[in-house]
């Protein structure tokens, strides 16, 4: 919608001119004023178009660091060629007058917000039945995804230091409770849980390979052994279907060959550790089904899931697959998406993991992945907390003669934090052993499956 536009269909009751004035003429007249009202109000929350281009005006003004008075917002308004739209000097002149004190800004910023949100729900409303008689099949999903935008900024925006140091004595009598071990949810790799302390709630940890790295599996052996540890795991599988996902896990936990799973040759043993193994991880994580393809179904899914159930772990395989509008172009989606996931991390106090594509450079070059190599948009990158890549360093060397390797034998796999906000980065290039044929990562010190 465009903010200069004002909708006819609006009533007297979704606005008021007064409280406007009043804003306007405070900010004028005070300092403090102008500082309460910046750090709360946007050009949104003025319905008069008029009043959008005033406080357009004061806001340029107040970025320059610049004196705010009568005279200097009218020259503002005259460099934009606004002045006469905006009701010309006469008008301007009058914006100090009446207003009732300054110092009840607060109450003035009050009331404008509280109709910045009927306006807005009667806005959600209108898509709403539009949508709905639209036929529209995912409405549901677009109706618990934007809703709570509405309200996400009246929050609390402070806090008390003190508020602050209880959350950060809590925090620390549980790492203290794991013996300064764990930090946050573990990653099921002694190698990088001792390292980085797992993965801290809030915090976007990016999973990047190139295809056939083993990525994926690598994030559902992560999502399984935090669940069957008492983690509540909660998996998005935007590539897979649910029954590759379905023998993923069953293959890493019953170590059982996903090429016999698929072509009927399990054994009777084979029959009983997959039985054994269903029984185990039965309620080891939650799975979304094939319709969580677009941000809003990730949205309203989770949420519903962290009312009914404690969710420690989210992940999302992978960010490139997810579905959205054409009319952005794809760097600006990745983008939105990355911030997006990243918000839905915080607002459930959940460990996030997002899987991630890499350029093909690291391939071409036959060198291993870099922060450069993120796919589609350096958002990623700045949004999160860790980038850990995957390599293996065989798929770069050419001409390897002796391939046919033991499907029990297990491969040399690179891991590598490439950036850590919590923690050190460094690179494990001897520490882990992944077998393809279990999908299954292990601690190289281990050899083998027991």
Request: charged content about 25%; overall charge negative.
């Amino acid at each position: 919608m465009d903010p200069y536009k004002i909708d006819s269909k609006l009533i007297s009751h979704l606005h008021s001119r007064d409280a406007e004035l009043a804003v306007i003429g405070a900010c004028i007249l005070s300092d403090v004023a102008l500082s309460n009202a910046c750090a709360e109000i946007t050009t949104q929350d003025f319905f008069f178009y008029s009043h959008k281009l005033i406080w357009d005006a004061i806001i340029d003004l107040y970025k320059k660091s610049g004196p705010i008075d009568l005279l200097c917002i009218r020259q503002e308004l005259e460099n934009h060629n606004r002045l006469e739209d905006v009701g010309g000097a006469v008008y301007l002149a009058s914006l100090t007058d009446g207003v009732p004190y300054t110092s009840n800004i607060k109450e003035y910023i009050k009331i404008l917000r509280n109709k910045t949100i009927l306006r807005n729900i009667l806005h959600f409303c209108e898509d709403a039945a539009a949508r709905a008689n639209a036929g529209d099949d995912e409405i549901s999903e677009w109706a618990q995804f934007t809703f709570p935008k509405i309200f996400s900024d009246q929050e609390q925006e402070t806090l008390t230091i003190s508020e602050i140091l209880s959350r950060v004595e809590k925090n620390a009598e549980e790492i203290h409770k794991t013996g300064g071990i764990l930090v946050g949810v573990p990653f099921g790799l002694n190698c990088l849980d001792s390292y980085t302390g797992g993965m801290p709630r809030g915090a976007t940890t990016i999973i990047g390979a190139r295809p056939s790295m083993g990525k994926s599996s690598f994030c559902m052996n992560t999502a399984v052994k935090a669940g069957l540890t008492g983690y509540g795991v909660l998996y998005f599988s935007v590539e897979d279907s649910l029954e590759t996902l379905g023998r993923r896990i069953i293959c890493s936990d019953a170590k059982i060959n996903a090429n016999d799973l698929m072509r009927g040759r399990l054994n009777p043993d084979d029959f009983q550790k997959f039985s054994i193994s269903k029984s185990k991880i039965t309620k080891a994580l939650f799975v979304g089904n094939e319709t969580a393809r677009t941000i809003e179904k990730i949205y309203a899914i989770t949420r519903r899931e962290a009312v009914q159930r404690k969710v420690d772990l989210i992940v999302v395989d992978y960010l490139q697959l997810l579905y959205g509008s054409n009319k952005e172009s794809r760097n600006l989606q990745i983008t939105e998406w990355s911030r997006d996931l990243k918000l839905l991390f915080k607002e459930v106090n959940a460990a996030g993991i997002v899987v991630s594509q890499l350029s093909r450079k690291c391939e071409e070059e036959k060198r291993k992945p870099q922060l450069q190599d993120l796919r589609e948009s350096g958002a990623l990158e700045q949004d999160a907390d860790m980038v850990l890549f995957i390599h293996r360093p065989k798929e770069y060397e050419i001409g390897l003669d002796g391939g046919k390797l033991d499907a029990r034998t297990g491969r040399l796999i690179e891991l590598n934090i490439s950036k850590n906000r919590n923690g050190p980065t460094g690179a494990f290039e001897k520490d882990v052993l992944f077998f393809p044929a279990y999908t299954l990562f292990v601690d190289a010190d281990k050899r083998g499956f027991d």
